[in-house]
């Protein structure tokens, strides 16, 4: 397994190890050793029977001019800085190629980023299969290989329509902030498109983490697309943490709240805001008049500086008795799981709208401003299990109003009820683990026959 170097990448490719694991199957787990400690601590691996076979394998990340010194991680460094850690990142061919020269290995399950990895192990005589931790509706949407390498979208403007190889009704797409901002963490050299299409030319299959029950039409288009076995892995439904550590203070918070009262706000741990904007975001949460919990990042606004008022300053004091400011690591699913929370107000990273859905939870969707955020964004509006904050397509700017507006509509108001059933019809699928375990075991299958 060889993961990029982010967060959102490593934990479903660690959940997907531990399934081999249970399976049977020897697996190395490959990063860099801040990772790998990283992965150590919130998810044990010695804690699990099956861990003997999961081999956790350090090698430490090559110096790049341009990156921090001691950053592993898209979590640790400004978006500006993500090329370097790419460029970083492509360098770990050279020890990877003699780890794989030297084992039995006959199978890499590797990401988007390392578009060099198919043609490395097949000197070795090793399969490559590209997982992508992006969902189909995403992969649909940046279409064939010979599309991202030699295609006409050029420049951001042209990914904010649907593309005319999609062929079922949908709006999904691009708004021209969020293409802008991602356009800041490709490198010049080697664009995010081109690593994509050369790690699918270069797979002997694909798999995306999602259901046919949730996108049959994305799955069979991208069939088409690609000339070759796209497999969904299933949504991968994270299995709630023992014990109550780091979550007492929350609890405690949240008993006294009544049943489906609280909004949970979280924009995940790379999402940075300017300060107008992480501001404006603060006066439509006071505005909604609900109880919150708002997950406050500490992310640096100005490059290693971080922002003393990232919230209003005297925002903690006026919302004392309804609100809840929580600095640092929290314990998501748990506060998900929770009977007094009724909605999450969301980035829309893929990983935290599985765990939203699969507890039944309704979404207040603000996308992050790169990757797949804004195309996840529309396809939940579409799916009628959130409702979208409108931001200006150019700048991304927002109000509070309309935050307020949103927050109460998916919470409380009347005209919300629509989206709170069908997101609590949704854990069906997004919390079912019998259905997530029925992909694995075919991906599993499809493994065995090319290992044989």
Request: glycine share 8%; proline share 7%.
């Amino acid at each position: 397994m060889f993961p990029w170097l982010a967060h959102g990448h490593l934990m479903p490719f660690l959940g997907v190890s531990k399934f081999l694991a249970q399976k049977g199957h020897r697996v190395s787990f490959i990063s860099t050793p801040k990772n790998i400690h990283r992965i150590q601590k919130l998810t044990p691996i010695s804690a699990s029977s099956s861990s003997p076979l999961i081999n956790l394998v350090e090698i430490p990340l090559p110096h790049v001019d341009g990156l921090p010194e001691s950053a592993e991680s898209t979590a640790e460094i400004p978006i500006h800085k993500v090329p370097y850690l790419k460029r970083a990142y492509d360098k770990l061919q050279f020890p990877l190629a003699q780890l794989l020269k030297d084992s039995d290995i006959n199978c890499i399950i590797l990401d988007f980023a390392s578009n060099w990895l198919p043609r490395l192990a097949a000197q070795f005589g090793i399969n490559s299969i590209f997982f992508s931790i992006f969902n189909a509706t995403t992969l649909a949407f940046l279409g064939p290989p010979s599309e991202l390498l030699h295609g006409h979208r050029q420049r951001p403007e042209d990914f904010t329509f649907v593309p005319d190889w999609i062929d079922f009704p949908t709006k999904v797409a691009y708004k021209l902030h969020e293409m802008v901002n991602h356009w800041v963490c490709m490198d010049s050299d080697v664009s995010d498109f081109q690593r994509v299409a050369e790690v699918i030319q270069g797979s002997r299959f694909v798999t995306t983490r999602t259901c046919p029950q949730f996108e049959a039409n994305s799955l069979s288009l991208l069939q088409k697309l690609y000339g070759k076995p796209v497999l969904p892995v299933g949504l991968l439904p994270p299995s709630m943490p023992e014990g109550d550590e780091g979550f007492e203070t929350l609890k405690e918070w949240l008993g006294d709240k009544k049943s489906n009262s609280v909004v949970y706000i979280a924009l995940g741990t790379e999402l940075s805001l300017s300060q107008e904007m992480m501001h404006e975001l603060a006066y439509g949460i006071e505005k909604s008049g609900l109880p919150f919990i708002w997950v406050v990042n500490n992310r640096p606004l100005v490059e290693g500086v971080v922002g003393p008022d990232i919230i209003p300053p005297g925002f903690e004091t006026s919302v004392s008795d309804r609100g809840l400011i929580w600095k640092g690591f929290a314990p998501q699913l748990r506060i998900l799981a929770h009977p007094s929370v009724g909605g999450f107000l969301t980035h829309c990273g893929w990983s935290s709208v599985v765990e939203s859905l699969g507890l039944g939870r309704p979404l207040i969707l603000f996308a992050g401003g790169s990757s797949d955020m804004g195309l996840i964004s529309r396809l939940m509006q579409e799916r009628g299990v959130g409702l979208e904050v409108p931001r200006d397509e150019k700048t991304g700017s927002f109000t509070s109003d309309t935050v307020a507006e949103l927050i109460r509509r998916v919470l409380v108001d009347k005209e919300g009820q629509s989206v709170r059933a069908n997101a609590l019809a949704m854990r069906d699928i997004f919390g079912n683990v019998e259905l997530s375990n029925t992909c694995l075991d075919e991906f599993t299958q499809c493994l065995q026959t090319l290992a044989a």
